[in-house]
């Protein structure tokens, strides 16, 4: 009895000891992949450093991670021809992809922000409904496996809101902002950010309809998001909401990047993404 308590204490220590190499191996890659986030503000050098790690690193998942990172970055900067390149190259296929290493969506799911969420909207804010429909075109493949994502429904709703047809999405952010979300994947960590930007596009709604209560109370449902965090100011910034002077803040300077609105694509080295980092502001 004793060797075999002692056999599965031997396996459960190789397996710790596996689990520990796997994910600080993971650690090191989310931090090469936070320093070219860092360079987001300086056009130049984030896109030398991305292309850089995506040339060198032999790690799959995050060379896709890292494309999906410059695609935003082409959407931001408006790099509207590399955009187009970038989007055909990209292999979300890899992103999807169960390994020893990562668990496909799970994992990425702060990736899938970016492609399901942040580009559609950036792109809507420009007028570019056309690379917002070549990029449509792209994910449209892998609408049937990621079916059951959060982020997935989302996107579905957001479409009907940047196209104006059916209820512009109503419904369904009503929904999500009630914890009506049973049944679909997505991050514990993550649904905080996901029902801010949802209630600011719900708030863009009510102020386009004229029904200044409901506007007002979203506002001050979001007011921390809108004003304490770059990723929602410019979430804001999108959907020209400007908030009443009374209510608009700078960001706290006493916050790092890590702290006042963890970047999307900071993943922790657990199964789950962590939750998003802040995003540069606006030079515009």
């Known amino acids: 009895m004793s060797l075999i308590l002692n056999l599965l204490l031997i396996a459960f220590s190789v397996y710790m000891f596996y689990r ?13 992949m936070l320093k070219i986030l860092d360079k987001m503000d300086d056009r130049d050098a984030f896109f030398a450093n991305a292309d850089e790690f995506i040339n060198v690193s032999k ?10 990172l410059r695609l935003w970055g082409d959407v931001f900067y408006e790099r509207d021809e590399e955009f187009k390149e970038h989007l055909e190259d990209l292999n ?8 020893k290493k990562n668990q496909g969506f799970t994992n ?10 942040a580009i559609p909207n950036r792109l809507n804010y420009r007028g570019r409904n056309d690379l917002r429909r070549l990029h449509e075109e792209k ?3 892998y609408a049937e496996v990621n079916g059951d994502t959060l982020l997935k429904a989302i996107h579905d709703e957001n ?18 902002l009630a914890g009506e979300y049973a049944g679909y994947r997505y991050s514990k960590q993550l649904i905080g950010l996901y029902k ?10 009510y102020r386009d309809e004229g029904n200044t209560e409901g506007y007002e109370e979203c506002l001050k449902d979001i007011h921390n998001f809108a ?22 803040e700078e960001p706290e300077e006493t916050e790092s990047a890590e702290t006042a609105e963890p970047e999307i694509m900071e993943t922790v080295e657990t199964e789950e993404p962590a939750a998003p980092a802040e995003e540069k502001e606006d030079a515009e």
Not at 20 to 32: A, D, I, M
Not at 164 to 171: C, E, F, L
Not at 228 to 243: A, D, P, Y
Request: charged fraction near 30%; glycine fraction near 6%.
């Open 159 to 176: 479409r009907k809101f940047y196209d104006r047809t059916d209820d512009h999405g109503q419904a369904f952010i009503k929904q999500l």
């Open 139 to 141: 994910i449209a493949a």
């Open 59 to 68: 790690d799959p998942e995050y060379g896709q991670k890292v494309r999906v």
């Open 108 to 117: 990425n799911e702060d990736s899938f922000f970016y492609l399901y969420m």
């Open 196 to 205: 801010n930007c949802e209630e600011a596009i719900l708030a863009a709604q």
């Open 227 to 248: 004003t304490n965090t770059r990723l929602g100011i410019r979430w804001l910034k999108e959907l020209h909401i400007e908030l009443p002077k009374e209510e608009e």
């Open 20 to 32: 520990v190499f796997q994910l600080s191996g993971r650690g090191r890659l989310n931090k090469e």
């Open 92 to 99: 979300i296929d890899i992103l999807l992809q169960p390994t």
